[in-house]
């Protein structure tokens, strides 16, 4: 049998021991799992803050006692709004496909315009 050399995945340095040894020991395994978590950890948040931020971003180019309101892409875009990070589709009985982020959400509509809509209670 051929043993392959194995390095901690830590710190790289060769794993001597079983083969499915992955570290040379318990401190290169938790500073290696801390590390993953952290990484997640910073994904997550700064995807959540993307949502929240877009979901602001369109509930404020909603009129006030309005449930909904047409806005430019471009305006959108000034606001800092990104058109990648959305919670849900919702898809009407058209078969007209609504983005959103949250309760608030939006659809394409033509010349780059876009039509905000608010979700009602359920
Ligand atoms: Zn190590």
């Keep these: 049998m051929i043993v392959a050399e194995k390095k901690c995945l ?3 340095k060769t ?3 079983r083969t499915d040894k992955k570290f040379c020991d318990d401190f290169c395994r938790n500073n290696f799992n801390n590390q993953l ?14 949502l929240g ?14 449930e909904m309101a ?7 875009l000034r606001e800092g709004f ?14 007209t496909t609504y983005y959103f ?3 608030v959400g939006y659809l394409l509509l033509e010349n780059d315009w876009y039509l ?7």
């Design 10 to 12: 830590h710190c790289q």
């Design 15 to 17: 794993v001597k021991g």
């Design 37 to 50: 978590n952290a990484n997640s950890n910073n994904l997550v948040r700064n995807i959540n803050h993307a």
């Design 53 to 66: 931020k877009n979901r602001r971003i369109l509930e404020s180019l909603i009129p006030v006692n309005e």
């Design 70 to 76: 047409k806005v430019p892409k471009e305006k959108l």
């Design 82 to 95: 990104r058109f990648n990070y959305h919670t849900h589709l919702y898809k009407n009985k058209k078969g």
């Design 101 to 103: 982020c949250y309760d």
């Design 116 to 122: 905000l809509v608010k979700r009602k209670e359920e």
